[in-house]
């Protein structure tokens, strides 16, 4: 998942969240300590996944991804685990980790990126 910006992993994170909240709720059999280390990967979750709008912007390729390379892509989610923590894997670190990791890309990438482009615009309008 290195590959992809941090929002990417994020956004799937949290559909997967979302997605074992409600199945939880609906089966009384599933507990949410379960599901949050080793998540139910369903359609419902590759459909919401696929069809975002981020996953259409930032990685077109994984709009035709299979349900079988989404529970790779997961797998290895929690293979990685987290770089700098002692914290069990789970959904819920896992989307920490990636929160922090999104906010240091907008910090140190994207804003003065972003920051450069509107002093050059203006000054080529000067």
Known sequence: MEQYPANVPLLLLQIILQRQQVLAHKDK???METLIK??????EILNQFISHKLI??????????TKRSLKTMV???FVEGL???Q???TIVTLANYYYERRVKELETELIPQLKSQLQAQLQDER
């Open 38 to 43: 080793d998540p139910i990967i369903d359609d």
């Open 75 to 77: 797998n290895e989610l």
């Open 87 to 89: 914290d069990p894997v």
């Open 56 to 65: 259409k912007i930032y990685t077109p390729d994984l709009s035709h991804m």
């Open 29 to 31: 059999n599933l507990h």
């Open 83 to 85: 770089s700098t923590s």
